[in-house]
């Protein structure tokens, strides 16, 4: 039952900047919950308002035991209208950057994680390449403004689900429904990341700085075939598999572009990576009719849980292109707080019997949250926030994590502590969502 994490392995947690902050920017968030588009109403504009408590959550990462940290950065914060830059957004990074550096954590700063600015968002955001000008000179404004004190870098967080729930599925803002559009933001994306590599790497050179890494944050699933016998069905998978992660992961870390994406920016093939960033969550199982099997192991969103999923997708990433891995973001919706030790413990043992690079693990997220679409009815957090009063308590997750970081891994006794008795919902049995917890 018992396992160490890798020698020099890092343990933190991550976050983006819209589902923490809180604030009213006139950002595409702000904009698709006036409109009625949130599930359960909760608005952006509150979140964990961290933009104010960014010292006391700063402070309890510490305590706990972290040692790195994922953020990111508003963009409509820190240039609210189109070529108008706000000083004191600029300062108010590098106040948290710094403290967050006193207290022992490095952070890893992410650029873009699906927000816009409104006035982005009404040139078309990422569906148009003459709009990369406007995403690559906020990449240069934070490394001018940021480059002291980050070293790693993500330039845009899951380029795939974003390009599928904004512009093909039109859950997400602006709601488009066009495939090619979907295709079109998927290659100005994959140009952006390319761009913004080079640029943060150029730059940071010229400063002086020789320890640069930068990645984008990858959204990979495992598509499974649930009849492995049937041609269809792994057909489907394949085909799910490529659509979805594979062609655009092959663009962005070597630039080669197959279809349906495009070269629109005449990159050259390369290596467009430092370090593979792996965001892993959940399987999906291909059939049919219904994604999940009934009977299988799902979270409280109906998610999957499949643990070795993990270690397969760093090894997917890591064929494409050999580098050290970082889990960017795993972790799952757990209401109350019934079964995240168990999913924590499957992940993080297979990550560290996997044989693979390992260097880093973010876990998603260190409070509860604005969950996008969800709102805040889906808690992912290793610590419960009463979005009332805002009051942070650490959950029974949030001390394992801190116990398992302070020990290097996990023992019996450990195991028998917070993992044992811990088992997931499964699928088919009722309502997965489970009420909230009294804290
Ligand atoms: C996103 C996060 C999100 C998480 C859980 C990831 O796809 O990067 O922003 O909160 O999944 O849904």
Redesign the pocket.
Known sequence: MSFRLKDGMLLGA?S?AT?IEGGDLGHNWNDWYRRGRIKDGSDPGRANDHYCRWKEDADLMAVMGLKICRLGIEWSRLEPQEGVFDREAVRHYRRELKYLKKQGIQPLLTIH??TNPGWFEAKGGFSRMENSRYYLRLVRLCVRSFGDLVNEYITI??PN?YAFNSWLVGEWPPGGRSVKKTADVMSVMACCHIRAYETIHRMREKMGYTDTRVSF?N?IRVFEAKNPGSFLQRGIAAASDWLFQRAMTVAMCTGRFLPPLCNRDHISEGEYCDFQAL?Y?AKSTVSWLRGVPKGAPVND?GWEVCPEGIAQSAAWLHQILPRPIYIT?N?T?DNQDRFRCRYLYEHLKALCESGLPVERYYH??FCD?F??L?GES?R?GLVHVDYETQKRTVKNSGQFYCALIAEGGVDDSLYEEYVAGQTYPKAGEGLYRGTETEM
């Open positions: 991550a983006s589902q994680h699906f967080n899951e689900v944050a959204h965001n969550y969103l973001e972790g919706c998603w997220c949250n969950e996008w969800e889906a992912f």
